[in-house]
C-alpha cells in the first residue's frame, strides 16, 4: 500500500519547507509520552532520586548500567558522592527509556490516545509555501504548472487509528505510520493530499 507520502513526490524542490506527517505524528507522540511523567527535573535531588526509585526495578537497573551507571556508583551516590552532570543525564536517559517502554507495554499509551473509544483530535498544521518558487505549485497533482498553496490548519477527530499509532511509534516504523497518515486525512475533503506534507502537528492529550 502506497503510503501518505507518496501523494506529492518532488514536493522539496519548489522549495516547500515541512515534513512527513508520519514523521510529524511520530513526534507528538513522543512528546506525549516526554511530557508526562516526574515533574522535577533530574538536575534537582528531588528529581534525581525519584528517578532512581522509579529504575529501582531489575529492568531500571539494566537501563542504568546500559546508559554508564553502576551499581557502585549508585552507592556512591548514597553515601553522599555528587554525580556529575553528564551522570545525572545518563540517569534521566534511562528513565525516559523506562518510562515510553512501560507506557507502551502496559497500554496506557493506547488508553490515553483512544480517550474511551472517542479517539483524539489532531490538529494538522500545513507545509509552509511562502517560500515556493514563482510560478510553480508546492501542491500535488498539479504538475508544477500553478499555484496551489494551502494554508489552513485543519482539525480531525482521530478514531480506531491509535493502537496500530502506537505499535508503528514503538517500533520506529515510519512507513506503517505513513500508511496511517494516508488514512487519517483521506478522511478529509478532496484537498486531503496536501496535507501529506506538514509543518506540524498537534494531538489534544
Same mark, same amino acid.
Given at each position: 500500500m502506497a503510503g501518505a507520502s507518496e501523494l506529492w513526490p518532488g514536493w522539496q524542490q519548489f522549495g *516547500? !519547507?515541512?515534513?512527513?506527517? @508520519?514523521?510529524?505524528?511520530? @513526534?507528538?507522540?513522543?512528546?506525549? +509520552? $516526554?511530557?508526562?511523567?516526574?515533574?522535577?527535573?533530574?538536575?534537582t535531588t528531588r528529581g534525581l532520586n525519584a528517578r532512581l526509585r522509579y529504575l529501582s526495578s531489575p529492568a531500571? !537497573?539494566?537501563?542504568?548500567?546500559?546508559?554508564?551507571?553502576?551499581?557502585? &556508583?549508585l552507592r556512591s551516590w548514597k553515601a553522599g558522592g555528587h554525580p556529575s552532570a553528564a551522570?545525572?543525564? @545518563? +540517569?534521566?536517559?534511562?528513565? !525516559?527509556?523506562?518510562?515510553?517502554?512501560?507506557?507502551? $507495554?502496559?497500554? @496506557?499509551? +493506547?488508553? &490515553? &490516545?483512544?480517550n474511551d473509544g472517542q479517539g483524539r483530535r489532531i490538529e494538522i498544521y500545513p507545509v509552509d509555501q511562502s517560500h515556493? &518558487?514563482?510560478?510553480?505549485?508546492?501542491?500535488?497533482?498539479?504538475?508544477?504548472?500553478?499555484?496551489?498553496?494551502?494554508?489552513q490548519v485543519r482539525s480531525i477527530q482521530g478514531r480506531y487509528i491509535w493502537d496500530d499509532v502506537v505499535s508503528a511509534y514503538a517500533d520506529g516504523d515510519v512507513n506503517t505510520m505513513d500508511d496511517i497518515w494516508l488514512d487519517v486525512i483521506q478522511d478529509m475533503d478532496s484537498m486531503?493530499? *496536501?496535507?501529506?506534507y506538514v509543518s506540524s502537528i498537534s494531538i489534544g492529550a
Open positions: *516547500a !519547507q515541512g515534513k512527513k506527517g @508520519a514523521e510529524a505524528l511520530m @513526534a507528538e507522540v513522543d512528546r506525549i +509520552v $516526554r511530557e508526562g511523567g516526574i515533574a522535577s527535573p533530574a538536575t531500571g !537497573q539494566e537501563a542504568l548500567r546500559t546508559h554508564g551507571v553502576s551499581p557502585r &556508583l551522570k545525572r543525564d @545518563a +540517569v534521566e536517559k534511562a528513565y !525516559q527509556e523506562r518510562r515510553r517502554a512501560n507506557l507502551i $507495554r502496559s497500554g @496506557a499509551l +493506547v488508553r &490515553l &490516545l483512544n515556493v &518558487l514563482g510560478g510553480y505549485s508546492a501542491g500535488p497533482g498539479t504538475g508544477g504548472r500553478a499555484r496551489h498553496n494551502v494554508d486531503y493530499a *496536501a496535507y501529506a
